[in-house]
Structure formats: structure tokens, C-alpha cells
């Protein structure tokens, strides 16, 4: 593909092989994050070309294939580089705000929703996914399912060939979750664990994840549909910590804090610099995150994938040079 020099947004255009050229393209927004990557694996090798937008150019992207859009997705002036597309994927999201650099839920999980509808409706594309969460609705204590059910709202408003998917916490290689609590795992004496740790999680592979996005796209049957993504058993908050320290090789005691101190304790600090809750994910947490997957293992033959703890930090440990503390980006 011959590289141009955008009026818009900066970009990154891979040199495509001539037979690309007779590739499906799709628009992937989020494209640069953990789901991102593996999607774009995935998109790559069922013949894919991809339209891969994200805040900015990611050095993991550059591929024969991909063509680097960075732009904000909440924003305009990116959506010509859709023209073209069939279908669209959008993976936009945060799990905790920066109201300072203008990255609220409000903004990612509804405006840029809304935005990617319009581009869709705007070049011709009838086909899309979008990712939401486990938990999302519009009764939702947290504003972050809130701010998901509005997104999807967008989505299910538009008239394209929408389909929705809810996943549980996502686990694999450089997951956030993953790298957040290792290193604390790790170098703490003990674990302080947010009341009485029973509360479950379906941990769920980014690799099936990324699966049943890729199968949706062609089967008419995922259209209109909404899919909750979990793994194959469901795992209190004790155990998924336990299972992490075997992986990791180390034990800690886990010391349980009452609700009624850690509620008012987050609240007070979540605004300072380096906190590691905020109000929002205690809710979220205590919540739990489980769901019948019945649907998702008639339409895409899964989960099937247990969680085991940071098998892929393992991996990486073993080679001393790589910072496994860093989130790859």
C-alpha cells in the first residue's frame, strides 16, 4: 500500500503486500491495548487488513497489514481513514480516570462510542462490535458500567449490524490487572484484601476474547446480539490471589480490611497521586464479576481456558534483563 501523508490525525501506514489489496479492511479502535494487540493477531491471520486507531503509534503494530491511525477517538478528523472498511471493532475504554488529561468515562466509553457509530454510518460500514463489561447496566452503582451502558446504548441505537460483548476481568500476557498486582504480590509482607474476599471473578483469556470477536464478524447470528464473556469457573477473590503467588512463586498472608473502614479510607485518598483503588473499582470489586456462559459456548465454543495466575510473568522473569513491573505497551 503506498504510504500518504495525512492532512489529519498523524499516522503510521505499513508497506502491504499487493495481495492485501484484496483484503477485507476493518477499523479497530483501542487497537493499541492489551485486547488490541491480540485482536490484531488474530484479524492478521484470518486475512484481515487493519485500520488499527489508538491515542498513539504502538512499535507492536508496525506490520504489513496494519495502517496506524493515532488520533483520539472521542474527537474528529480520524474518521476518513475508515473509507473503505467493512466492519469495525471498538475497544475503547479505561478503568480509571484522568480528569486532567480529559480521559473520563463519559468521554471513552460513551462519546467515542457514539463517535465510531457516526463513522460507521458515515462510510458505508454496517457491521459492529463493541466491547463493554461484565456488570454494565443502567442501574449500576459504579459510573464505569454506567458510562458503558450509555456507549452501548449508542451502539444499539444506530442501525448498523451491532454486536455487544461483556467480559469478565481478562487475563494473559501484560494484562492490567496482572501486572498491577504482581509486583505488590511480590514485594509486600502481606495483602491487604478488601472485606472478606469472597466475592468472585470469572477470570477470562484475552486469547478467547479476541476469538469470539473474530468469529462474530462473520456468523448473521451474533447480529443484535449481547455475549457475557467469563472463564470456565468462577474463583472468590482469595483464590484468584492465591493462585497468582503460586505462579509467582511466593506466599503472603492475606489480611482482610472490614468495608466499613476501606469504603471511607478509598474515598479519602483515591484522588492522590500513585493511589491503588478507587471507589469505582471497590464497588466493582465487591460486586464480583460472574456470568452464565452458555451463549458465548454455543456461538464461539467458549471459555475453555482455567486461569492459572501470570503464567506469561513467569516466562518473562526468567529472562533478568526484562522489567516484568512495566506494563508492555
Not at 503486500?17 to 491480540?38: D, K, M, N, W, Y
Not at 469505582?280 to 465487591?286: A, R, S, V, Y
Request: net charge positive; glycine share 8%.
Amino acid at each position: 500500500m503506498p504510504r500518504r501523508t495525512p492532512t489529519g490525525p498523524a499516522s503510521s501506514e505499513s508497506v502491504a503486500h499487493p495481495a492485501q489489496h484484496r483484503r477485507r479492511r476493518i477499523l479497530l479502535t483501542g487497537a493499541s491495548g492489551f485486547v488490541g494487540r491480540e485482536l490484531v493477531r488474530q484479524l492478521l491471520a484470518e486475512g484481515w487488513e487493519i485500520v488499527a486507531v489508538a491515542r498513539r503509534l504502538c512499535p507492536e503494530l508496525t506490520r504489513p497489514g496494519v495502517v496506524q491511525v493515532a488520533a483520539d477517538v472521542a474527537g474528529d478528523g480520524w474518521q476518513r481513514w475508515c473509507e473503505g472498511c467493512h466492519a469495525a471493532i471498538n475497544l475503547v475504554g479505561i478503568i480509571r480516570e484522568v480528569r486532567r488529561s480529559g480521559a473520563t468515562f463519559e468521554r471513552l466509553h460513551h462519546i467515542a462510542a457514539a463517535k465510531v457509530v457516526a463513522a460507521c454510518q458515515n462510510n458505508g460500514i454496517r457491521r459492529l462490535l463493541q466491547m463493554s463489561a461484565l456488570g454494565t447496566r443502567t442501574t449500576a452503582i459504579a459510573e464505569y458500567h454506567r458510562s458503558k451502558w450509555r456507549g452501548e446504548e449508542a451502539v444499539r441505537a444506530s442501525g448498523l449490524d451491532w454486536t455487544i460483548f461483556r467480559p469478565a476481568l481478562i487475563h494473559g500476557p501484560a494484562s492490567g490487572f496482572e501486572t498491577e498486582l504482581a509486583p505488590r504480590l511480590r514485594s509486600l509482607p502481606f495483602f491487604p484484601v478488601f472485606g472478606d474476599g469472597t466475592y468472585k471473578m470469572q477470570p477470562i483469556a484475552v486469547s478467547e476474547v479476541a476469538h469470539a470477536f473474530v468469529a462474530a464478524l462473520d456468523r448473521p447470528a451474533a447480529i443484535g446480539q449481547c455475549y457475557d464473556l467469563g472463564g470456565p469457573e468462577a474463583l472468590t477473590w482469595d483464590e484468584l490471589l492465591a493462585r497468582m503467588m503460586t505462579t509467582l512463586g511466593v506466599h503472603r498472608p492475606l489480611v482482610h480490611i472490614p468495608l466499613g473502614f476501606a469504603r471511607p479510607l478509598v474515598s479519602l485518598l483515591q484522588h492522590l497521586p500513585g493511589a491503588p483503588v478507587t471507589r469505582d473499582q471497590l464497588t466493582m470489586l465487591i460486586e464480583g464479576s460472574t456470568c452464565d456462559t452458555a451463549a458465548a459456548a454455543l456461538a464461539f465454543d467458549i471459555p475453555q481456558i482455567r486461569y492459572q495466575g501470570p503464567t506469561w510473568m513467569r516466562l518473562v522473569t526468567a529472562r533478568p534483563s526484562t522489567d516484568v513491573t512495566r506494563p508492555l505497551r
